[in-house]
């Protein structure tokens, strides 16, 4: 009975190896020589015959597609003997195929005796997860409103103000874009955390859309800069609406953040008659940001150049 058990184990150990969709190979010996290899691991490997190679070998006939596949490759190489690691590799090919790779000591009696690696193909896998990031991003890109905030995101935004700028040039009125952006925000996410920071940025938005006037838009730009489409507007009054706004933001973040909270603020008001696009009036107050952020915190920059219409014929 004895002397038939060790092949009835070893033939059980082959078969259910034979069912796993992940491929297992068991090293022995002090050169961790390849002494079973299941048929999945062969196929996973590209057809790599791995019976009888050391681990040093048979790593060398792996190629990795990049800078961190082959660091990953040799900290698997060159693990340590009571280690055990877990890594992720893109292996060469059209298109790369991607890895993941498990090793652990076999241990008997206190002593390693040889390691056990399985490796498994995570091809399809990232596949199906790009194309739903792919899928996504499709989503984000016709959907009207910012994750984070709730607010108007840049694709809505960037709509609407070409309605209103349409609408401005028909009846002569001005408008204005406000671009405000949150000072020193890189320091507060370190120094209270991204998800208070976090917080606290979804707050000012609430704020600021709160103390808009009923045909304001408020949208998220970019990163922490926030941005107002306000119809029907001079640079006298937008001045005056911002600054009440910029008020109750700073009062807002200050409760969570529990310290001065101060903002830039860039403004671009277009004044017909203009040549202008609706993007030119974003791109003069982006412009008009940066230089309210060399003055210093808290500061607002007004921008209310008139770009005229020019006759071609003039030689202008």
């Not at 002397?3 to 010996?29: H, K, R, T």
């Not at 874009?177 to 976090?198: Q, T």
């Not at 706004?245 to 529990?258: C, F, H, N, T, V």
Request: aromatic share 6%; charged share 30%; net charge negative.
């Amino acid at each position: 009975m004895s002397n038939g058990q060790a092949p009835f184990e070893e033939s059980a150990l082959i078969a259910m190896l034979g069912l796993l969709d992940e491929g297992v190979l068991f090293f022995e010996g002090p050169e961790l020589v390849c002494v079973k290899a299941s048929a999945r691991a062969t196929e996973i490997l590209g057809g790599v015959h791995t019976m009888g190679l050391s681990r040093q070998s048979l790593f060398g006939a792996i190629s990795g597609d990049d800078e961190a596949a082959l660091r990953a490759l040799a900290a698997l190489r060159d693990v340590d003997a009571l280690e055990t690691r877990r890594e992720t590799i893109a292996l060469k090919g059209d298109p790369p195929r991607f890895l993941s790779w498990f090793s652990a000591p076999i241990v008997s009696d206190g002593n390693v005796i040889g390691r056990l690696d399985v490796v498994g193909d995570r091809t399809v896998e990232r596949e199906l997860r790009r194309e739903l990031e792919r899928a996504y991003d499709k989503v984000a890109e016709t959907t009207l409103f910012d994750e984070l905030t709730g607010l108007a995101n840049r694709k809505h935004f960037e709509t609407e103000i070409d309605r209103e700028h349409r609408r401005s040039q028909r009846s002569w009125a001005s408008y204005a874009v406000a671009r405000i952006d949150v000072d020193a925000m890189a320091k507060l996410n370190a120094d209270i955390g991204r998800e208070a920071a976090d917080q606290m940025f979804r707050r000012i938005g609430e704020v600021l859309k709160a103390a808009r006037r009923e045909y304001d838009l408020v949208g998220r730009w970019e990163n922490d800069e926030l941005i107002v489409l306000l119809p029907g507007i001079d640079e006298r009054s937008v001045k005056q609406v911002l600054l009440r706004s910029l008020s109750a933001m700073g009062d807002a973040a200050r409760e969570i953040a529990a310290r001065p909270i101060t903002f830039c603020t860039g403004v671009g008001v277009w004044i017909p008659p203009s040549v202008e696009t609706a993007n030119d009036v974003i791109t003069r107050a982006g412009i008009a940001l940066e230089a309210a952020k060399l003055s210093g915190r808290g500061n607002m920059e007004i921008d209310a150049t008139v770009v005229e219409w020019k006759d071609d014929n003039s030689g202008a």
